[in-house]
């Protein structure tokens, strides 16, 4: 008899007397040890140094990819499935014999075991084997414990076991990337029509942050008018005067082409309709290369920031916009300082299947990749997005990949698919963000009106860090 995580989904917790249990029922669940883990057992434990905790500290381009966790973390899983699985509520331990045999880091995921090996009917004990595995199948803890069972039944609500968490600040990742940023100095950029207060008050934040010196291009007497309503103070800033939105899309990229500015940002006017401008070929900012959007993201559930491409440019891309839109968005994790990422292709399915384009598309990007016309990444696809982000789907599925589980790029089948994706993450997921757009000379800072302070603060400071590579690397 076995019992297994999917049990989560029940809203009881019941026990298992001792005499319901048998020699060779087991119980198992599964754990991928995140940042807020780490931190938590920290904070519990007391005394561990503070360095194993910060990732400003592990001197490591990916955030906290070196820090390894207690041991003792692996041993309060085994405990955990002992006092909630088998035999579970009213379970006391007795002892425990633990041997640990490797690391586990942030983004291991371990399975947790336990097994009944012998029963002492006289004491109401159990010896249980106790095995903890990673996503690859070795074995990080093995060992045994001993525990009294339970003789009487317990039932325990879910929701009356305390979640506890640590509230991470929001503006933690936001907060390092301004500090690095503005060692670069600040970036000249046309912010095209900011006539409403939020597009506005963001160009007046992210030059008070020191990320951008803006050149406003819209009609004089709207931005008075705004700016006086919202409470903000035009003083110092170098407006270009315009007619309507039309216009002012038209000298922003004038200005672009004459290289009297180093970016680009989207104020209250339409994509449709800055871009236009911006891909005119009077412009002169086109490149070889397709043009294309990038969100940077980055959530508590997934121990890296990571990118998806294309949710906003491309609605339905062929097999060559899909290879532009590729190597644009590991331009710009090369930008970011991600030397080699991992690009995840994803469709539903990770199998090459006839009947979805997708996974043809991804299979023939892979064998591009593979003759040189992507280069400077790691490239695996079709992968499902379980497979993509999770080491545990990826093994369950028996997938042997340098990609799957820990992807830094995820390239999406078309436009709808990739803004679900990312507005999934944003509003349910917790998730940070910045947008931009590459394939052009110069950044394109693309922000939604409803996007928040740190969004527009975010995509300022990645357009600067673009700017620079650019000047190393031009496009």
Known sequence: MSDSSTGDALQTLTNRLFDEIA????????????????????????????????????????????????????????????????????????????????????????????????????????RMDCECTNQRGDVIIDGEAQVQAPTERIALQRDSIPDIRIDMPKDQGLKRLLD??????????????????????????????????????????????????????????????????HAAAAAGARLAGEGAVQAIMKGSLHTDELMS????????????????????????????????????????PDLNAKADIIRNAIELAHAIGIVQPRVA?????????????????????????????????????????????????????????EVAGQADILVVPDLESGNMLAKQLEYMGHAASAGIVLGTKLPIILTSRADSRETRLASCAVAVLLAAHYKESPP
């Open 23 to 126: 020699v060779g029922d087991t119980a198992s669940t599964e754990r991928t040890l995140t940042d807020k883990d780490i931190r938590l057992f920290a904070l519990l434990a007391g005394g561990l140094n503070p360095k194993q905790t910060d990732s400003a500290t592990t001197g490591s381009a990916e955030p906290l990819q070196g820090v390894i966790a207690s041991g003792t973390w692996g041993s309060a899983l085994i405990s955990g499935v002992l006092g909630t699985r088998l035999p579970g509520p009213g379970t006391v331990y007795c002892s425990q014999s633990l041997r640990f045999m490797g690391p586990v880091r942030v983004g291991d995921t371990l399975r947790v075991t336990v097994t009944v090996v012998e029963r002492d009917p006289a004491r109401k004990r159990l």
């Open 277 to 316: 401008a911006v891909l005119a070929s009077a412009a002169g900012l086109r490149t070889e290369r397709r043009v294309s959007h990038c969100f940077i993201m980055q959530t508590p559930a997934y121990p890296r920031p990571f990118i998806i491409t294309d949710a906003a440019i491309n609605i339905a």
């Open 345 to 401: 292709i994803l469709a539903a399915v990770e199998t090459v299947n006839a009947q979805m384009p997708a996974t043809l598309d991804a299979a023939a990007l892979c064998k591009m990749a593979d003759r040189g016309q992507i280069t400077g990444a790691l490239l695996d696809g079709p992968l499902a997005f379980d497979n993509a982000v999770s080491p545990a789907a990826a093994h369950v599925k028996g997938i042997v990949s």
């Open 180 to 245: 690095h940023v503005r060692t670069l100095g600040p970036l000249r950029v046309a912010v095209v029509h900011p006539c409403d207060a939020v597009s506005l008050g963001a160009a007046i934040d992210a030059r008070e942050a020191g990320l951008i010196d803006p050149v406003i291009v819209a009609p004089r007497a709207k931005l008075t008018a705004i700016a006086s309503d919202a409470g903000l103070d035009l003083a110092g800033l170098t407006i270009e005067d315009v007619p309507h939105s």
